[in-house]
Nanobody, 125 residues
Framework: VQLQASGGGLVQPGGSLRLSCAASGFTLRYYAIAWFRQAPGKEREAVSCITNSHDSIYYVDSVKGRFTISRDNDRKTVYLQMDSLKPEDTAVYYC???????????????????WGQGTLVTVSS
């Protein structure tokens, strides 16, 4: 059972990146997938989450209108399209899974039982 996050890198403010979270060893369609991030000196926060049935999506307020989460169960991959990036988006981004939905309100990290290794996103000129 594994999640592998990729797609991070260095981008200028206003630029875009697409993160990918590849699942292996389990059936992706039964699980919600969330993206969390942790910046240096800050606590980890939930950025976005998509339920197993695509019927509910969560975004933290700071990324609404700029980030888009999507999933392709056939390709066993969840994506996070990040546009109009800002320096404050700089962080290590992790994907994680939990059965079914994303939970009530803000996704809680302790309810996610499998985590990817993280991919670094740096937004800087």
């Amino acid at each position: 059972v594994q999640l592998q996050a990729s797609g991070g890198g260095l981008v200028q403010p206003g630029g875009s990146l697409r993160l990918s979270c590849a699942a292996s060893g389990f059936t992706l369609r039964y699980y919600a997938i969330a993206w969390f991030r942790q910046a240096p000196g800050k606590e980890r926060e939930a950025v976005s989450c998509i339920t197993n049935s695509h019927d509910s999506i969560y975004y933290v307020d700071s990324v609404k209108g700029r980030f888009t989460i999507s999933r392709d169960n056939d390709r066993k991959t969840v994506y996070l399209q990040m546009d109009s990036l800002k320096p404050e988006d700089t962080a290590v981004y992790y994907c994680a899974r939990r059965p079914g939905g994303c939970g009530v309100g803000t996704p809680e990290s302790y309810t996610f039982n499998v985590w990817g290794q993280g991919t670094l996103v740096t937004v800087s000129s």
